[in-house]
């Protein structure tokens, strides 16, 4: 959350910023967007994600090591 002008506002991400901090492609956000199985916010027609639920998706998800 941040405080803006004694408001409390929600920071949202692009789904390319998000992408990037989930180390996901871009069309996969959009899957689980459609799936429901991750928050978004709709503004207009563009999806925003919030920057505290990717946040939270990262602490919880296991990492992947690769073999090789």
């Not at 803006?4 to 506002?9: E, L, N, R, T």
């Not at 920071?11 to 990037?20: I, K, N, S």
């Amino acid at each position: 959350l941040v405080l803006i002008g004694g408001c409390i506002a929600v920071e949202l991400l692009t789904t390319r910023e998000a992408a990037v901090l989930l180390r996901l492609a871009p069309r996969t956000l959009y899957n689980h967007a459609s799936r429901r199985t991750l928050p978004t916010v709709k503004i207009g027609r563009s999806l925003r994600w919030r920057r505290s639920d990717i946040e939270r998706l990262i602490e919880i998800r296991p990492a992947r090591v690769r073999e090789g």
